[in-house]
């Protein structure tokens, strides 16, 4: 089983968003609740934790803009 990691968003109006870098490599066993990806919108920069303990697999490339809600990449 997999636990998705999804842009979010973060203001009403934040259309798409921004990997500005895996804090983890990718196939890194990781624990729920550690950061593993930085994103940024046109105003804030956040940290994405992993939803649960798993390996992570990055679905997109670092400095790539993606909509809002999009699959950046997985925990299984």
Do not use: C
């Not at 990997?19 to 919108?41: H, N, Y």
């Amino acid at each position: 089983m997999s636990s998705e990691l999804r842009m979010p968003q973060l203001g009403m109006m934040m259309m798409e968003g921004t990997l500005l870098r895996w804090l983890v490599p990718d196939g890194t066993p990781v624990k729920g609740g550690q950061d593993v990806a930085e994103i940024e919108s046109e105003k804030v920069i956040q940290a994405i934790p992993a939803p649960e303990d798993g390996v992570l697999r990055q679905l997109v490339a670092e400095g790539q803009v993606v909509p809002v809600l999009s699959v950046i990449g997985a925990v299984e």
